[in-house]
Protein backbone atom coordinates (compact mmCIF):
# COMPACT_ATOMS: atom_id res chain seq x y z
CA UNK A 1 0.00 0.00 0.00
CA UNK A 2 2.80 2.48 0.89
CA UNK A 3 4.06 1.81 -2.83
CA UNK A 4 0.54 2.83 -4.29
CA UNK A 5 -0.03 5.57 -2.09
CA UNK A 6 3.99 6.97 -3.10
CA UNK A 7 3.50 6.25 -6.77
CA UNK A 8 0.41 8.69 -6.87
CA UNK A 9 2.19 11.47 -5.06
CA UNK A 10 5.18 10.87 -6.62
CA UNK A 11 4.62 13.28 -9.67
CA UNK A 12 7.67 15.52 -9.67
CA UNK A 13 7.22 18.56 -11.34
CA UNK A 14 4.83 17.15 -14.00
CA UNK A 15 2.48 18.67 -16.13
CA UNK A 16 -0.03 21.53 -14.30
CA UNK A 17 -3.58 21.99 -14.51
CA UNK A 18 -3.20 24.98 -16.33
CA UNK A 19 -0.49 23.52 -19.49
CA UNK A 20 -3.51 20.56 -19.63
CA UNK A 21 -6.22 23.32 -19.99
CA UNK A 22 -4.44 24.98 -22.97
CA UNK A 23 -3.73 22.19 -24.92
CA UNK A 24 -7.19 20.73 -24.54
CA UNK A 25 -8.57 24.19 -25.53
CA UNK A 26 -6.37 24.61 -28.19
CA UNK A 27 -7.54 20.64 -29.75
CA UNK A 28 -11.06 21.94 -29.05
CA UNK A 29 -10.38 24.84 -31.42
CA UNK A 30 -8.98 22.95 -33.83
CA UNK A 31 -11.90 20.52 -33.74
CA UNK A 32 -14.24 23.47 -34.12
CA UNK A 33 -12.68 24.57 -36.71
CA UNK A 34 -12.86 21.22 -38.46
CA UNK A 35 -16.51 19.76 -37.45
CA UNK A 36 -14.47 17.08 -36.14
CA UNK A 37 -14.95 15.21 -32.75
CA UNK A 38 -12.52 12.96 -30.97
CA UNK A 39 -12.32 9.48 -28.87
CA UNK A 40 -9.81 7.91 -27.01
CA UNK A 41 -8.08 4.28 -26.51
CA UNK A 42 -6.25 4.13 -23.81
CA UNK A 43 -3.54 1.33 -21.90
CA UNK A 44 -0.91 2.78 -19.97
CA UNK A 45 -2.32 6.11 -19.75
CA UNK A 46 -5.28 4.19 -18.07
CA UNK A 47 -7.72 6.77 -19.21
CA UNK A 48 -5.40 10.42 -18.68
CA UNK A 49 -6.57 11.47 -21.53
CA UNK A 50 -10.26 11.31 -21.38
CA UNK A 51 -9.77 12.67 -18.15
CA UNK A 52 -8.27 15.98 -19.59
CA UNK A 53 -10.66 15.61 -22.66
CA UNK A 54 -13.50 15.87 -20.20
CA UNK A 55 -12.21 18.85 -17.90
CA UNK A 56 -13.32 21.72 -19.65
CA UNK A 57 -16.99 22.81 -19.98
CA UNK A 58 -18.74 21.64 -23.28
CA UNK A 59 -16.55 19.13 -23.86
CA UNK A 60 -19.37 16.82 -25.03
CA UNK A 61 -19.49 18.98 -28.07
CA UNK A 62 -16.51 17.24 -29.03
CA UNK A 63 -15.43 14.55 -26.67
CA UNK A 64 -17.46 11.06 -28.53
CA UNK A 65 -15.91 8.70 -25.39
CA UNK A 66 -13.11 6.24 -24.77
CA UNK A 67 -12.03 3.32 -23.32
CA UNK A 68 -9.48 1.77 -21.17
CA UNK A 69 -7.95 -1.46 -22.72
CA UNK A 70 -5.35 -2.60 -20.19
CA UNK A 71 -5.72 -5.83 -21.04
CA UNK A 72 -5.14 -7.75 -24.24
CA UNK A 73 -8.11 -9.15 -24.04
CA UNK A 74 -10.02 -6.26 -23.46
CA UNK A 75 -8.11 -5.10 -26.58
CA UNK A 76 -9.64 -7.41 -28.50
CA UNK A 77 -12.78 -7.65 -27.41
CA UNK A 78 -13.64 -3.68 -26.98
CA UNK A 79 -11.53 -2.16 -29.58
CA UNK A 80 -11.64 -5.50 -32.12
CA UNK A 81 -7.49 -5.78 -32.38
CA UNK A 82 -6.84 -9.01 -33.63
CA UNK A 83 -5.05 -11.09 -30.90
CA UNK A 84 -2.40 -12.68 -33.70
CA UNK A 85 -1.29 -8.90 -33.88
CA UNK A 86 -1.00 -8.55 -29.90
CA UNK A 87 0.81 -11.87 -30.35
CA UNK A 88 3.19 -10.78 -33.14
CA UNK A 89 3.94 -7.79 -32.11
CA UNK A 90 3.27 -7.22 -28.04
CA UNK A 91 0.74 -5.12 -26.70
CA UNK A 92 2.87 -2.17 -26.84
CA UNK A 93 3.80 -1.81 -30.29
CA UNK A 94 3.08 0.43 -33.61
CA UNK A 95 0.66 -1.72 -35.27
CA UNK A 96 -1.38 -2.58 -31.98
CA UNK A 97 -1.84 0.93 -31.19
CA UNK A 98 -2.94 1.80 -34.60
CA UNK A 99 -5.70 -0.86 -34.45
CA UNK A 100 -6.80 0.15 -31.43
CA UNK A 101 -7.02 3.88 -32.58
CA UNK A 102 -9.11 2.67 -35.60
CA UNK A 103 -10.96 0.75 -33.31
CA UNK A 104 -12.05 3.11 -31.38
CA UNK A 105 -12.28 5.87 -34.04
CA UNK A 106 -14.95 3.16 -35.48
CA UNK A 107 -16.67 2.16 -32.45
CA UNK A 108 -17.45 5.33 -31.19
CA UNK A 109 -17.75 7.18 -35.42
CA UNK A 110 -15.23 9.97 -34.57
CA UNK A 111 -13.93 12.54 -36.81
CA UNK A 112 -10.38 11.66 -34.74
CA UNK A 113 -8.92 9.22 -32.45
CA UNK A 114 -6.45 7.96 -30.33
CA UNK A 115 -4.43 4.87 -29.23
CA UNK A 116 -1.41 4.61 -26.68
CA UNK A 117 0.07 1.67 -24.97
CA UNK A 118 3.59 1.78 -22.97
CA UNK A 119 5.94 0.49 -20.28
CA UNK A 120 5.00 3.07 -17.51
CA UNK A 121 7.41 1.35 -14.61
CA UNK A 122 8.42 1.44 -12.46
CA UNK A 123 8.22 -2.83 -13.48
CA UNK A 124 7.89 -4.39 -16.73
CA UNK A 125 10.85 -3.13 -18.91
CA UNK A 126 12.35 -5.16 -21.28
CA UNK A 127 15.75 -4.92 -23.24
CA UNK A 128 13.93 -4.43 -26.53
CA UNK A 129 10.93 -2.17 -24.81
CA UNK A 130 12.38 -1.08 -21.49
CA UNK A 131 10.42 1.40 -19.11
CA UNK A 132 9.33 4.41 -20.99
CA UNK A 133 9.11 2.81 -24.02
CA UNK A 134 5.02 4.25 -25.49
CA UNK A 135 3.42 3.96 -28.18
CA UNK A 136 0.86 6.31 -29.45
CA UNK A 137 -1.56 6.35 -32.87
CA UNK A 138 -3.50 8.58 -33.90
CA UNK A 139 -6.70 7.74 -36.66
CA UNK A 140 -8.66 10.47 -38.82
CA UNK A 141 -10.46 10.96 -42.10
CA UNK A 142 -6.37 10.40 -44.07
CA UNK A 143 -5.57 6.81 -42.46
CA UNK A 144 -3.81 6.03 -39.15
CA UNK A 145 -0.15 6.95 -38.09
CA UNK A 146 2.14 5.67 -34.68
CA UNK A 147 4.60 7.33 -33.39
CA UNK A 148 7.42 5.82 -30.72
CA UNK A 149 8.12 7.63 -27.54
CA UNK A 150 10.86 7.50 -25.43
CA UNK A 151 9.84 8.76 -21.90
CA UNK A 152 12.22 9.06 -18.51
CA UNK A 153 11.16 9.67 -15.05
CA UNK A 154 8.73 8.24 -12.52
CA UNK A 155 6.08 5.96 -13.20
CA UNK A 156 3.37 9.34 -13.43
CA UNK A 157 5.85 11.37 -15.43
CA UNK A 158 6.08 8.59 -17.51
CA UNK A 159 2.13 8.61 -17.70
CA UNK A 160 1.27 12.37 -17.95
CA UNK A 161 4.00 12.81 -20.73
CA UNK A 162 2.81 9.97 -22.72
CA UNK A 163 -0.99 11.48 -22.55
CA UNK A 164 0.44 15.22 -23.49
CA UNK A 165 2.45 13.61 -26.22
CA UNK A 166 -0.30 11.78 -27.69
CA UNK A 167 -2.70 14.70 -27.38
CA UNK A 168 -0.30 17.16 -29.24
CA UNK A 169 0.49 14.57 -31.69
CA UNK A 170 -3.20 14.60 -32.22
CA UNK A 171 -3.28 17.96 -32.82
CA UNK A 172 -0.33 17.94 -35.34
CA UNK A 173 -2.44 15.70 -37.29
CA UNK A 174 -5.69 17.51 -37.09
CA UNK A 175 -3.66 20.78 -38.25
Known sequence: MDTISK??????P?????????????????????????????SCTGGMI?????????SS??????????????????LGVDPSLIAKHG??????????ATG????????WSVGVSGVAGPDGGTVEK??????????????VEARLLKLTGTRTAIREDAAMQTIRFLMEKIG
Open 7 to 12: NLHDTG
Open 14 to 42: GISPEQILVAISDLYHRLRASGGTVATAE
Open 50 to 58: STWLTMPAG
Open 61 to 78: HFFQGGVCTYSNDAKAAM
Open 91 to 100: AVSGPVVKAM
Open 104 to 111: ARERFKAT
Open 130 to 143: PVGTVWCAVAGPTG
